[in-house]
């Protein structure tokens, strides 16, 4: 089992920059997809960059061009650079881990971080 640590939310102002981390218990060298999803009051939980263990990377449109995800295998960690915040980036950020082991797929969550990006 693996669990999942985010740290790096706060507060910032529109246009500026955070980045996320994301620390797992594990390793995570074995878990092929890692991503970032995010969820805002009164809204569902949406994907917001995954990254997979060959570093192919998929993200949200509203995000292309401005969030960055990447991992750090030796490091057991997911980073999520996020330029250029707008005041609807505001949300709770989730890491998550994705794996098959035997057969079994396993889905990990981390507690969450919140972000707030003032106008």
């Known amino acids: 089992q693996v669990q999942l640590v985010e740290s790096g939310g706060g507060l910032v102002q529109a246009g500026g920059s955070l980045r996320l981390s994301c620390a797992a218990s594990?390793?995570?060298?074995?878990?092929?997809?890692m991503g970032w999803y995010r969820q805002a009051p009164g809204k569902q939980r949406e994907l917001v960059a995954a990254i997979t263990s060959a570093r192919i990377t998929n993200y949200a449109d509203s995000v292309k061009g401005r969030f960055t995800i990447s991992r750090d295998n030796a490091k057991n960690t997911v980073y999520l650079q996020m330029n250029s915040l707008k005041p609807e980036d505001t949300a709770v950020y989730y890491c998550n881990g994705q794996e098959t082991i035997w057969g079994v797929f396993h889905n990990y969550w981390g507690q969450g971080t919140q972000v707030t990006v003032s106008s």
């Open positions: 594990g390793s995570i060298f074995t878990i092929n997809t």
